[in-house]
Each structure stands twice: as C-alpha cells, then as structure tokens.
C-alpha cells in the first residue's frame, strides 16, 4: 500500500489543502482500517487532483486567485474567475463565463472558499486575459445585450414580442442600426 502512503505525504506537503483533502488527511480511521484501504485509494482518485490543483493556485497567487481567469481543464471554452461579490460585501463570487458573456456565477464566502468551488468544479487551466480577449468580441456583445433584454423581458419591462425584435436587431443588424 505503498501509494496511500505517497498520497498520504503529498496531501501534508500542501500549503494548501481544500476541504476533502483536509477530511481525508485527518480520518485517521479511514487509514488504519484494513477493509477501508481499496475505498481509500478509489477515493483518492478524485480527492487527488483537486487537492493538486487548489494548492498549486493558491500557491500561484499568494492564497489570493482574485482576478485570474482559469478555464475548465476539459477545455470546454468555459471560464470562471474569482471576484469580490459587488452584492455581498465581503464574500467572494465564482463567475462563469464562455465566449457569448457572462453565464452565472457562486456566492461562496471566504476567497479560498471560493477558489476550492472554482478548482472542484473543474477550472484548473490558468488563462490569464481571457476575460479581456472575449469582451471584445462580437459574440460576447451580443451575449450581454441579450442579457440585458431577458433582465427587462422578466421584470415585465418589455413584452415577449418586443424582446423578440430586439434580439433579431442584435443578431441581424443592418447597417443603418446600431444595435449594440
């Protein structure tokens, strides 16, 4: 058992350990119990590479992943980022993001909190600017816009019909409009 015993070092090499690898370090049952070792080293499967990536961030940013872009390691296209929340003062958001804007995002709490969601949901991938490169797109614009239209589409604001034009406006301006 050899590499629970590897495991088991890596995961107190860290600087940072997220909360499973925290839980799994400090078990002490769960390594001592002979019948836990095959659960132990499948569990590990999964705890592993989160444990990996959230200390390497943390390590990366001083603790502090604030304003850094990382994108989902499967590379979906998809982006989160850890940002203050402008809505919850002194609580930290992940906000989701892929080519067409801004998609959602997780009021979580503390910053390393939510760099642990951001890293568990799969965003391992530094990709510093990403924001910056996407907002100038077209797609990106468009994406926003249609946002805004949907806000004001749900709060009544607007009918279904009149939502329905402009999104067409936004999708297929001509060259008179200026739709965005």
Known sequence: MKSLEKAKLELKSFAYLESKGKDVLEDKGLWAKVEMKDFL??????VMPVARAFNEIMERHNGKPVGVEYEHHKNTGRFAVVLPDAAVPGKFRVQFF?????SSHDT??????AAEE?????????SEGEMDRLSQT??????????????KLNAGQMSYQEFLLQR?????????SDAI
């Open 41 to 46: 080293l499948d569990h590990l499967q999964y």
């Open 98 to 102: 892929d080519k067409n804007g801004f």
């Open 108 to 113: 979580i709490g503390p910053v390393e909190k």
């Open 118 to 126: 951001m890293v568990r949901q799969g965003y391992r991938v530094l």
């Open 138 to 151: 077209r797609d990106w614009q468009i994406g926003n816009a249609t946002a805004t239209l949907l806000q």
């Open 168 to 176: 067409e406006a936004l999708l297929c301006p001509d060259e008179t």
